[in-house]
């Protein structure tokens, strides 16, 4: 890892330096995490998963209808189990690659039975783990799955978190040109407020970049000058890339207007819908 971050470091900014970052740990204890990965190992193996969807609006209007995908994975008393501790255990432990590929069948799956209805304006957002990302065969698999179903590329986009793609930066210069040739969209989440966000933005040249959380909130609150600086120079820069911004986890008319004076129109967040079951939302409310 230590070797990664200097690579990054020298490719992304000339004399800047890279702090090694190892991937998440785990913050319970040993017993509890043994007991999680027990009850991971179970759901998988007995298929107790399922996906909600959160719409991604476009106020400008638009007929493509956009989700992003969650995973929920429950235990044998069907209670959801903590998503934010499951998700730094399975990765350590090599879990997320199956369960990747669990929620991009199945989306795959929905997205079937959707286009056979005539809803053939979907596309879902789907987050991808670094265990994919390093994966030699699972764009194979990909084109596979696209074959086999008959979808095109273009009904994905595949998320990769900022901060994973700057951690397996020579991976992802390859699985974006994979991503390219299967006309399948990427996506770089959590992004923004970082001191190579710019750099990567330029290189990757992402179909969309999704603002982080916290650099909304902070731009919303208006005094912090840096963050908002930052944001324009992102929108700037992703506009003249024909990069779309999407603005995630906007739970509130404030940050709304925060982000919205940079041009920014696609959101995603609580303010427009929570993540349910079904895809059943009226994109139509905001067209014109």
Known sequence: YADRACESARQLGGNQAQVYSPPTA?????????????????????????????PIANFQGEVVERYKVYLLIFDEQ?????MDKLQPLAESRNLMRPLDKWMISRSMEILTQRFQQGREQTV????????????????????????????????LVLEVPED???????QMETF????????????ISHFGGKPHSEKLLQFLEPNYI?????LIEQVAKGKDEESREAVARLAEQAQKMNTQIVAARVSNAAQMAGIW?????????????????????DFQQFAG
């Open 26 to 54: 785990f913050s319970g204890s040993a017993a509890e995490e043994s007991q999680l990965l027990i009850k991971l190992r179970d759901a998988i193996s007995e298929q107790r998963m399922e996906l909600l969807y959160q």
């Open 78 to 82: 069907r209670k959801p189990l903590p």
């Open 124 to 155: 879902l957002f789907i987050n991808v783990s670094a265990n994919s990302l390093v994966d030699d065969g699972f764009c194979p698999w990909l084109d596979q799955c696209f074959k086999d179903t008959g979808l095109s590329g273009s009904a």
């Open 164 to 170: 994973t793609a700057e951690q397996y930066y020579k």
């Open 176 to 187: 974006k040109k994979r991503l390219q040739a299967l006309q399948c969209g990427l996506a």
């Open 210 to 214: 999704k603002l982080d959380g916290s």
């Open 261 to 281: 004076q940079f041009g920014v129109t696609l959101v995603q967040g609580d303010m427009v819908q929570e993540a349910n079951t079904q895809m059943e939302f």
